[in-house]
């Protein structure tokens, strides 16, 4: 049983078949760049399993694993220029990795302190209201039109913010304003409990594109090469004027909605371990091993490396101070009230109490 | 220039068009239209499709790409159409909008204003009406202003298409075309989170914004007339945050407190005043605090509203209680 409902007529775009062998066009992009962004995909997954054993000893907060998205969350934001923009949910750490928001900054605000993207990475924090971060994209977009600026913006959700009326707001004035964005569906099945058919009856959430006279496509998401290749059309597209995009990527969330949930509730096993045959990290080792840009020992030594990465990230993240008790303050307004002054005084008298003992 | 208060509004969007090329103007039939109260009034004709449009008629999506845009570096104006319709887009602006400078810790400023007409007493349909402050006040991160008279609109507006963060701009509809005032062609500001001593005096003090500084005025001119009473009607201008030092300046005078507002009575701005009073002068007190305010219920249809809004004849009575010996 799947329940992905997809219409038998309807094939998701593919470069790289489930076998990783090449059944499209290769995209124009180098063996580097490549191996690169294969790299980039175990970092997503290093990052999530590391995330999830602090997580286990009480040493980070609640997570969303994206494991079995990566060539998702990779590929969508690898042909991202310095001055694009991304909105994303919480499912895309992979994609502010590449677009590169520091390791140690993505890891640190998982110990339950807000983080400072750089703001050179255009990278909105990661949204947690579903479906809510498209109109910002949309509005990001259409500021680079009304001033000028070769920017593209890429908004991302899940299939569940499919059923938004943001979600379907926002398409709509990307259409009508012809906005520079490209609007993304990361389709892995489940919206915590409810599966995919739930949200929708259309064959694919890509068929809501053309009702609102938006181009879309319905891309595997677990093809690292089709999504790089949509997406990097879509954005230069979007980028020389000729409007926005829908892209669909179907994939499968492999692991929990967070570390406090238990899919084992809601659905089969054997559900899970059809998707898994379908890993997007082992889709593209195979490639990359056939076409001799990785070798067994070179894939053993790039998978140490990033652990070790995510391991020196992780240090750096733990050893970070954290933030002063009224820091929540900080950031508010900018010009604090007198009444507000007032209660960050009120805070830091009772942490001094607390750190004396005497709390 | 004697203006009404649309004249002072439209003028002052003008005039922020003119100087900041990163001014936008969006909502629902504010182009060719000019807003359905015409506000905006010329605006697309005089800087172009580009800087001030209409938007399809979703309110989410307006305020939701206005922060786009606000984030990215310009200064969208957005019009609500009416005050009850921000509850549409309820979480873009509390969830969103407020919170985005603290959720970046600090990398990301929403500069926004949301224009959106509001108040009773024109007959309008249901949820045009509304007096929407109060929700605001537990949505952190907004500035939230009233303004009572056009000379007031325009500068307060100019000091809100200024500020980083967003502001909500409520403009009372009974207010638009009732009155013309002395206001200045050029640009000026009024300072946002600063009260206006509308009328000084000595035996009670009567804290009000938006229409009821009119109301206050009556009943102040009917309670000197009756009772000889000497009252000091003080225009909050800025509702969120609250001038806490003209308040307390003026019951420590007075010891005596009226607040009046129409949006209901419960958690609502008088509530706040009320608190800021016992925070700051409750021993200069001679009398509870008064509140005269629309009730806890919803804003109710056309042929009843008049018994909703507070009257002159009700801040009236409340000024004779406190007075009371």
Known sequence: MTTQQIDPGMVAYQILDEEGKLVGKMPDISAERLLTLYRMMHLGRAFSNKIIALQRQGRATTFGSLVGQEAAAVGLAAPLQPQDWLATSYREIASLIVKGVPLSTLIYSFRGFTPAYPPETHCLPIQIV????????????????????????????????????????????????????????????????????????????????????????????NDLLAVYDVMSQTVERARSGQGPALVELLTYRIGAHTTADDPTRYRDAAEVEAWKAKDPIKRMRRFLIERDLLSEESDQQLVAEVEEEINIATSEALSMPAPSPDAFFDYTTGDPSPRQQAQREEVLRFANQQKDGRG | ???????????????????????????????????????????????GERRVFDTPLAESAIIGTSIGMAVYGLRPIAEIQFGGFLFVCMN??????????????????????????????????????????????????????????????????????????????????????????????????????????????????????????????????????????????????????????????????????????????????????????????????????????????????????????????????????????
């Not at chain 1, 299939?159 to 609007?183: C, I, M, R, Y």
């Not at chain 2, 929403?110 to 349909?125: F, Q, S, W």
């Open chain 1, 130 to 221: 579903i479906g809510t971060q498209m109109l910002h994209a949309v509005g990001l977009g259409m500021a680079a039109k009304i001033a000028g600026d070769p920017a593209v913006a890429v908004g991302v959700c899940g299939d569940g913010g499919t059923s938004e009326g943001d979600f379907n707001e926002a398409l709509n004035f990307a259409g009508v304003f012809q906005a520079p964005v490209v609007l993304v569906v990361q389709n892995n099945g489940w919206a915590i409990s409810v599966p995919r058919r739930r949200q929708s009856a259309a064959p694919t959430f890509a068929a809501r594109g053309p009702g609102f006279g938006v181009p879309s496509f319905f891309v595997d998401g």
């Open chain 2, 1 to 47: 220039m004697q203006m009404t208060m649309i004249e002072a509004l439209n003028q002052a969007l003008a005039l922020e068009l003119e100087r900041d090329p990163r001014v936008v103007l969006l909502g629902e039939d504010i182009g060719p239209n000019g807003g359905v109260f015409r506000v905006t009034e010329r605006l697309q004709e005089k800087f």
């Open chain 2, 92 to 325: 873009q602006l509390a969830s969103q909008a407020a919170r985005i400078r603290f959720r970046s810790a600090g990398v990301y400023t929403c500069p926004l204003v949301v224009r959106a007409p509001y108040g009773g007493g024109v007959r309008t349909p249901e949820l045009h009406s509304d007096s929407m402050e109060g929700l605001f006040l537990q949505a952190p991160g907004f500035k939230i202003v009233m303004p009572s008279n056009p000379y007031d609109a325009k500068g307060l507006l100019a000091s809100a298409v200024a500020d980083p963060d967003p502001v909500l701009f409520l403009e009372h509809i009974k207010l638009y075309r009732s009155f013309r005032q002395e206001t200045p062609e050029d640009h000026y500001m009024i300072p946002l989170g600063k009260a206006n001593v509308v009328q000084e005096g000595s035996d009670a003090s009567v804290f009000a914004y938006g229409a009821m500084v009119q109301t206050a005025l009556e009943a102040a001119k009917s309670a000197q007339k009756e009772m000889g009473t000497s009252v000091e009607v003080i225009d909050l201008r800025t509702v969120w945050p609250l001038d806490e030092d003209a308040i307390a300046a003026s019951v420590e005078k007075t010891g005596r407190a009226i607040v009046v507002h129409e949006a209901p009575r419960a958690g609502g701005v008088g509530a706040e005043v009320t608190a800021v009073i016992n925070e700051r002068c409750l021993y200069s007190l001679l009398k509870p605090v008064e509140r005269v305010t629309g009730y806890d219920t919803p804003y109710p249809a056309p042929g009843q509203e008049d018994y909703y809004v507070p009257s002159p004849a009700r801040v009236l009575a409340a000024l004779k209680r406190v007075m009371e010996p």
